[in-house]
């Protein structure tokens, strides 16, 4: 007890995550392990992802300097990870950047709700199916999009122009399909990569990329779409 009391005041001084066993979020406890239980790791990547450990320290998972000790970041990228992409990750409201890239998750696109803060959703190089979730663009901070290297189906979002951050947009070598968006010309101030090369995009280039002034790299290959004039 003597030593062990000087070692708890320390520890509760300091407010240090590497004292603390304590999950004092469950939300996000809970939320990682639901993604947990949703896939199979053959590398044993998350192996540390357990119960005696908190959360914080699991490997991929950054989260916030100070209490209430929240998720900031999940980068699970290249880790052989298999499955599905739980929408438990859509409760992880302080989360700022996912990066799934690079592993070999099915199935659709996990539905994030409204990530207040989600700046960065990388899920490339994966064999994710179905369509582009709606509410993908109900994150209004995304800057940092890469959902290319997939299954995906189905057109973009029209929403895509309400997203007043976003610089970089991927989404190559998918089999999406419809016209490319006018209102992607309200993007004019941010977007500075658009990808999407590989897909099976019809129709003319809309005149309105021609405004997006910050645009350093355009990619349309290999779709069927049509020049104008
Ligand atoms: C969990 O694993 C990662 C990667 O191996 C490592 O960086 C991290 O320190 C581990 N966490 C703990 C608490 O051992
Ligand atoms: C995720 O980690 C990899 C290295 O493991 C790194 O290359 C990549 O930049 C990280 N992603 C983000 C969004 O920081
Ligand atoms: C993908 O991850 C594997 C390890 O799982 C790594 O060897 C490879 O370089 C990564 N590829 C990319 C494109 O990041
Ligand atoms: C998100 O959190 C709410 C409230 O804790 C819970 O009811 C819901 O099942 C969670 N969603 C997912 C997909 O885990
Ligand atoms: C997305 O935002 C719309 C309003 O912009 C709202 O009606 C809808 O419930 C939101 N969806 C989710 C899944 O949060
Ligand atoms: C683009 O911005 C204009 C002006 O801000 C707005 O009226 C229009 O509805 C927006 N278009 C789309 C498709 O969001």
Known sequence: ???????????????????????????????????????????????NWTINTHFCRWNGVDCTLTRPWRVMELNLS???????VSSSIGNLTFLAALDLSNNSFTG??????????LVIFYVN????????????????TLAYVDLSVNLLVGSIPRSISSLSRLSYLNLKTNQLEGSIPDGI?????????????GNSFVGTIPSSIGSL?????LELQN????VLG
């Open 1 to 47: 007890m003597l030593i062990v009391l000087p070692l708890l005041l320390l520890c509760y001084g300091v407010g240090n995550i590497q004292c603390s066993t304590v999950h004092e979020n469950r939300q996000d406890f809970q939320s990682l392990l639901k993604f947990k239980q949703g896939i199979t790791d053959p590398k044993g990547a998350l192996s």
């Open 78 to 84: 290249g880790m052989g990870l298999v499955g599905q």
């Open 108 to 117: 659709p696109l996990p539905i994030l709700h409204s990530l207040q803060h």
């Open 125 to 140: 190089n994966n064999q994710l199916q179905g369509a582009i979730p709606d509410t993908l663009t109900n994150s209004s």
């Open 185 to 197: 010309a309200n993007l004019s101030n941010t977007l500075t990569y658009l990808l999407l090369g």
């Open 213 to 217: 002034t910050k645009l350093e790299r």
């Open 223 to 226: 779709n069927n779409l049509k």
